[in-house]
């Protein structure tokens, strides 16, 4: 094992805070109440468009849903990293695996203008050897090829990294490149979702499993 990717939202780091900020901000507005939290969370994994979709009832097709879809992005943007955390464990987690000489990446659907200025604000963690965005391929997940950029980039071959993710797509990802997967159920996932249909290799609750999983499957020294 040479490499951990994850994926950002949801995975690494507990954006949905200043989505509820800025979703709710937008939805005000257009004179809407505010949405509950855990239904603005369930949402984040689905992107800017399924939160826009969530808030306003519209299709990407519909009249209006364009211009809400980029007042929400411009919102968003002078609304990063304010009340954005890392996941309970990660942090310890990035540090353990610089200590142990595993690169870490990010493979993310969320654009560069909006994730280089997030890992800004948290610039205190060691420096990840691959951050891969939409920007940066022509098919973003599901599709392998961001991973498989990741891994380029990190210098390692697809089946000495793993992928963690909150998300099926992530799976999908990481399973279509060839390497090991990890189903994050502590992320953006909702009440009627079964993490365990994702077909993942291994499923962990909290960011604080994902070291010793490591250490028991992948890091068995001889």
């Known amino acids: 094992m040479k490499a951990v990717l994850f994926d950002l939202d949801g995975t690494l780091f507990d954006t949905a805070p200043d989505f509820v900020v800025v979703l709710n901000q937008l939805r005000r507005q257009e004179q809407l109440p505010p949405l509950a939290e855990e239904n603005i969370r369930a949402a984040v994994s689905n992107g800017a468009r399924g939160m826009v979709t969530l808030a306003f009832a519209l299709g990407e097709d519909d009249p209006g849903f364009d211009d809400l879809h980029q007042r929400f992005l411009n919102l968003y943007l002078n609304h990063l990293a304010v009340k954005t955390v890392l996941f309970p464990g990660i942090e310890t987690l990035l540090h353990t695996l610089a200590e ?4 870490w990446g990010i493979v993310t659907n969320k654009p560069e203008a909006y994730t280089l200025p997030l890992l800004s604000a948290f610039a205190h963690l060691p420096p990840p050897g691959a951050v891969v965005c ?4 022509r098919d973003r997940k599901p599709h392998p090829e961001a991973v498989l950029l990741a891994c380029t980039q990190i210098g390692c071959d697809p089946r000495e990294a793993i992928y963690a993710g ?3 797509r992530d799976i999908e990802a990481g399973r279509a490149a060839g390497m090991p997967t990890i189903a994050c159920s502590y992320g953006y996932i909702g009440t009627d979702v079964d993490v365990t249909n994702w077909n993942a290799d291994h499923r962990v609750s909290s960011a604080n499993e994902i070291w ?3 250490q028991t499957h992948y890091l068995q020294r001889p």
């Open 100 to 103: 142990n000489s595993i690169a």
């Open 134 to 137: 939409p920007d940066h391929v």
């Open 166 to 168: 909150d998300h099926p």
């Open 212 to 214: 010793p999983l490591l």
